[in-house]
């Protein structure tokens, strides 16, 4: 089917994907009875699925039998609290309940480690689930795996890809899906709250500007005679800059330093939903504050220099 189309480089199926997360099951090995730890289930998958998503083996290999199973590392640590695997966990017997067989005296066929795979994100980043992980062999067309998995060398070729699907697979609903397109959509909550309170911010800032010109206007108007008795004394338009900036950047610099310990615990608070989370550098927090101070000192320059060129003697006739 796929294999055959010179578009097509890679196909796999499987029972789950590692974006929706995964059931649990429980972890025996022969001669204990207890039920050891819990485990992300993964199910079957069959071959090429690790070479697809290019997840790497640290220890063996694939499953390829029915009672053979892949476990991550995680898996590995998890058991060397209940027994002694130094020796390595290819060759070890397992038995993961929900998956049989077993005898007809109930005693259950155990399932031999293949391969010891990387870890990999199972779920998304705000929910990230943190139990070690297996995967069983599938055979196409025997064991139920509902997701085909196949990778193109160019995106316009996958209506030859759909084309193919609906005649092998036909009277199925068949929905083509980008896997980096389905793990983005997992974040859209974030992203649109993200974007609102970056609009937010903007406005805001817009808002701030706007009053700090009409608070400008009113000083202006009401030191006007001062600033004519200035410019009389010999002060110079930079001397009168000077004078309105001086008050603002000070009330504007405390301001700036409140709103930047804000920032940082809001944003701490809000990186606290996700399981892996960038460093909030002080310096993003400095330069955002900065930027925001040479905006306003820009907004103070431009409404003072009309007040400091403004003619003294027309200033203190209004008066």
């Given at each position: 089917?796929?294999?055959?189309?010179?578009?097509?480089?890679?196909?796999?199926?499987?029972?789950?994907?590692?974006?929706?997360?995964?059931?649990?099951?429980?972890?025996?090995?022969?001669?204990?009875?207890?039920?050891?730890?819990?485990?992300?289930?993964?199910?079957?998958?069959?071959?090429?699925?690790?070479?697809?998503?290019?997840?790497?083996?640290?220890?063996g290999r694939a499953p390829k039998g029915n009672l053979e199973v892949?476990?991550?590392?995680?898996?590995?640590?998890?058991?060397?609290?209940?027994?002694?695997?130094?020796?390595?966990?290819?060759?070890?017997?397992?038995?993961?309940?929900?998956?049989?067989?077993?005898?007809?005296?109930?005693?259950?066929?155990?399932?031999?480690?293949?391969?010891?795979?990387?870890?990999?994100?199972?779920?998304?980043?705000?929910?990230?689930?943190?139990?070690?992980?297996?995967?069983?062999?599938?055979?196409?067309?025997?064991?139920?795996?509902?997701?085909?998995?196949?990778?193109?060398?160019?995106?316009?070729?996958?209506?030859?890809?759909?084309?193919?699907?609906?005649?092998?697979?036909?009277?199925?609903?068949?929905?083509?899906?980008?896997?980096?397109?389905?793990?983005?959509?997992?974040?859209?909550?974030?992203?649109?709250?993200?974007?609102?309170?970056?609009?937010?911010?903007?406005?805001?800032?817009?808002?701030?500007?706007?009053?700090?010109?009409?608070?400008?206007?009113?000083?202006?108007?009401?030191?006007?005679?001062?600033?004519?008795?200035?410019?009389?004394?010999?002060?110079?338009?930079?001397?009168?800059?000077?004078?309105?900036?001086?008050?603002?950047?000070?009330?504007?610099?405390?301001?700036?330093?409140?709103?930047?310990?804000?920032?940082?615990?809001?944003?701490?608070?809000?990186l606290e939903q996700f399981a892996e989370k960038v460093s909030l550098?002080?310096?993003?927090?400095?330069?955002?504050?900065?930027?925001?101070?040479?905006?306003?000192?820009?907004?103070?320059?431009?409404?003072?220099?009309?007040?400091?060129?403004?003619?003294?003697?027309?200033?203190?006739?209004?008066?």
């Amino acid at each position: 089917m796929l294999e055959g189309l010179p578009e097509v480089t890679g196909v796999a199926t499987s029972y789950n994907l590692p974006y929706r997360g995964a059931s649990g099951n429980n972890v025996h090995i022969p001669d204990d009875q207890r039920e050891l730890f819990n485990i992300a289930d993964q199910y079957n998958c069959s071959d090429g699925f690790f070479e697809l998503l290019g997840i790497p083996f640290i220890d063996g290999r694939a499953p390829k039998g029915n009672l053979e199973v892949a476990v991550d590392e995680k898996f590995v640590a998890r058991m060397a609290d209940f027994t002694d695997w130094s020796d390595g966990a290819v060759g070890k017997q397992v038995f993961i309940t929900e998956h049989g067989p077993v005898t007809e005296d109930g005693i259950p066929y155990y399932y031999t480690i293949t391969g010891v795979y990387k870890s990999y994100l199972i779920g998304n980043l705000q929910g990230v689930d943190p139990r070690p992980s297996v995967m069983f062999h599938g055979e196409i067309g025997t064991d139920y795996m509902p997701h085909i998995l196949f990778k193109v060398n160019n995106p316009a070729s996958l209506p030859a890809v759909r084309a193919a699907l609906e005649q092998t697979l036909e009277g199925w609903d068949i929905e083509i899906v980008s896997y980096e397109e389905a793990m983005r959509a997992a974040y859209d909550d974030s992203k649109k709250m993200r974007n609102t309170m970056a609009l937010g911010a903007v406005f805001s800032l817009l808002i701030a500007l706007l009053g700090l010109i009409g608070f400008i206007r009113d000083e202006s108007l009401r030191r006007s005679k001062e600033m004519a008795v200035r410019k009389i004394n010999g002060a110079t338009t930079q001397d009168i800059l000077g004078v309105f900036a001086k008050d603002i950047m000070k009330l504007s610099a405390v301001m700036a330093v409140i709103a930047c310990i804000a920032a940082f615990f809001v944003a701490h608070k809000w990186l606290e939903q996700f399981a892996e989370k960038v460093s909030l550098n002080p310096l993003y927090f400095i330069g955002g504050a900065l930027l925001v101070l040479t905006i306003v000192l820009g907004v103070v320059v431009l409404n003072c220099l009309r007040i400091a060129r403004a003619n003294p003697v027309e200033s203190l006739k209004n008066e």
